[in-house]
């Protein structure tokens, strides 16, 4: 019987997405599993699902958004996390930058695109929807971004992040980060420590 398929569905445009994808190695070699990194376009899965930002949906209400913040603080500290900075132009239209990452997928490239990507959104923090940033952002870290930028706007790019995407929600995602082990969906950041122990509950059936 195969092992479940673990996957991590992911928009640069998230933080909890990016600090998520800091802890994933780590749960990786642990549980001796490789998740499958699937782009989403947040902003679409907010349009299917009727849903949106947070930075929407808590304004002027007391107290929670001061909690998720202290949450977060939280992970970082239980991870050692020690890179994460806040963009401050957040929040950042990501369409080109998940075009981006479904064709570096295609072109085998998708590694090195992906810590670049996460590096100018959450570590070295730029509005990265400028193609003008962006260009010179990926130009620092070795990508040709006028070619990428090229490819990321054939048929083919487009219509496989719209397919992902629209697959996420049919799925039950409704944000970012959202991992299935299986047909099991899991929400967050937080959720990673539930997303091993069904990984190892699976391994342990096969």
């Known amino acids: 019987m195969e092992p479940a398929k673990v996957q991590f569905m992911f928009d640069f445009g998230s933080?909890?997405?990016?600090?998520?994808?800091?802890?994933i190695p780590d749960v990786e070699r642990r549980a001796g599993v490789k998740f499958e990194y699937v782009p989403v376009l947040l902003g679409g899965v907010y349009k299917l699902t009727g849903n949106s930002a947070p930075g929407n949906y808590l304004r002027g209400i007391k107290n929670k958004p001061e909690f998720q913040e202290l949450?977060?603080?939280?992970?970082?500290?239980?991870?050692?996390i020690a890179k994460f900075l806040k963009?401050?132009?957040?929040?950042?239209?990501?369409?080109?930058?998940?075009r981006g990452a479904v064709a570096a997928q295609f072109e085998g490239m998708f590694d090195t695109y992906f810590r670049a990507a996460y590096h100018h959104m959450w570590e070295a923090?730029?509005?990265m929807d400028d193609p003008r940033v962006a260009r010179e952002a990926f130009a620092s870290s070795n990508i040709?971004?006028?070619?990428?930028?090229?490819?990321?706007?054939?048929?083919?790019?487009?219509?496989?992040?719209?397919d992902l995407t629209?697959?996420?929600?049919?799925?039950?995602?409704?944000?970012?980060?959202?991992?299935?082990?299986?047909?099991?969906?899991?929400?967050?950041?937080?959720?990673?420590?539930?997303?091993?122990?069904a990984i190892v509950a699976a391994r342990a059936t096969t």
Request: without cysteine.
């Open 15 to 23: 933080p909890n997405a990016y600090l998520a994808a800091l802890v």
């Open 71 to 80: 949450e977060t603080q939280r992970f970082i500290r239980r991870h050692n």
């Open 87 to 98: 963009n401050p132009f957040f929040p950042v239209n990501t369409l080109q930058l998940m």
């Open 125 to 127: 923090p730029k509005k």
């Open 144 to 162: 040709d971004f006028d070619w990428l930028s090229g490819r990321s706007q054939q048929l083919d790019v487009k219509d496989r992040l719209r």
């Open 166 to 197: 629209q697959d996420a929600v049919d799925r039950g995602a409704f944000g970012s980060p959202t991992f299935f082990v299986g047909t099991e969906m899991f929400f967050g950041k937080d959720q990673l420590r539930d997303v091993e122990e």
